[in-house]
């Protein structure tokens, strides 16, 4: 996957009476890739996008990490252990809720600007593993990693704000991998022109230490409680009623009917 934009949240509604229609359009390119996007329809009708990208298929390859980006050195390098339930309660604290299924990193351990995490997917899903090459929870975890890079959550430190993802430059998937795994997130240097966002490259290895997977230019935007409690609160034009008013005949006839003129 390249160039990979996420537009807008897609927010699902929590009562069984309302539904969002979400639909992904695959639009071949002619040369092997394509083009996709994730949109979705709402109760009013509208139709938003909140996913853009490109999608290409590649032979599957042995790739390796040597140096000091092989597990081996990334654990040798991470020595402050963070405990994982006190990284959810931080990222809560923060406004990120996240529930059982999703709570998949298990240790956690930092180091200057590059945390590492032992990953499992939650037993709750394990029946769910077989159709995905990648189950989007053990995915969502991986990304995860990169809150335990950033300061403010790493040291506990009160604040308001967190990142959300905005964009990112290339997901490499490079063998199916099984259902735990370490992340190790190295957070790029700060962008002075972009007060704000972050960036940071993720590599997934398998128990063993193969490089399984990796996230090239993981893009992310600052953004405060108000704005996340905005994202997930309902529209408040949905609890109103309006007045419409619509034509109708005298005594149920057409107002306007020919045959009723003198």
């Known amino acids: 996957l390249d160039d990979i934009t996420i537009r807008e949240a897609l927010i699902l509604p929590d009562d ?9 359009i695959l639009t071949p390119d002619g040369e092997g890739g394509a083009s996709f996007q994730v949109a979705s329809k709402g109760a009013d009708d509208e139709w938003r996008q909140h996913v853009a990208g490109t999608i290409r298929l590649a032979p599957a390859d ?22 994982a339930d006190a990284f959810y309660a931080g990222v809560f604290d923060a406004g990120l809720q996240y529930g059982p299924a999703f709570r998949g990193i298990k240790e956690l351990w930092r180091h200057d600007g590059e945390a590492l995490g032992a ?14 090459s990648v189950h989007p929870a053990l995915l969502d975890a991986v990304l ?12 506990s430190t009160p604040s308001n704000t967190v990142y959300l993802p ?24 700060i962008d002075t022109t972009t007060p704000g966002s972050l960036a940071a490259d993720i590599r997934v290895f ?6 399984v997977a990796e996230v090239e230019g993981f893009h992310l935007r600052r953004a405060s409680q108000a704005a996340l409690q905005r994202l997930a609160e309902p529209k408040l ?11 109708k005949g005298l005594n149920g006839q057409d107002a306007f009917d020919s045959g009723n003129q003198s």
Do not use: F, K, M
Request: with cysteine.
């Open 16 to 24: 069984s009476d309302s539904e969002a229609t979400v639909q992904s």
């Open 62 to 83: 042995a790739a390796t990490s040597t140096g000091d980006s092989s597990l081996s050195a990334v654990r040798a390098r991470c020595q402050n252990r963070l405990d």
């Open 119 to 132: 990953i499992g997917l939650p037993e709750s899903l394990l029946a769910d593993r077989a159709p995905y």
């Open 144 to 155: 995860q990693v990169v809150l335990a890079a950033t300061t403010e959550i790493a040291e």
């Open 166 to 189: 905005a964009a990112i430059d290339r997901v490499s998937l490079h063998t199916s991998h099984p259902d735990r795994l370490w992340g190790h997130c190295r957070v790029r240097p």
């Open 206 to 211: 398998d128990e063993a230490g193969v490089l």
């Open 237 to 247: 034009d949905d609890w109103l009623y309006e007045v419409v008013w619509e034509p």
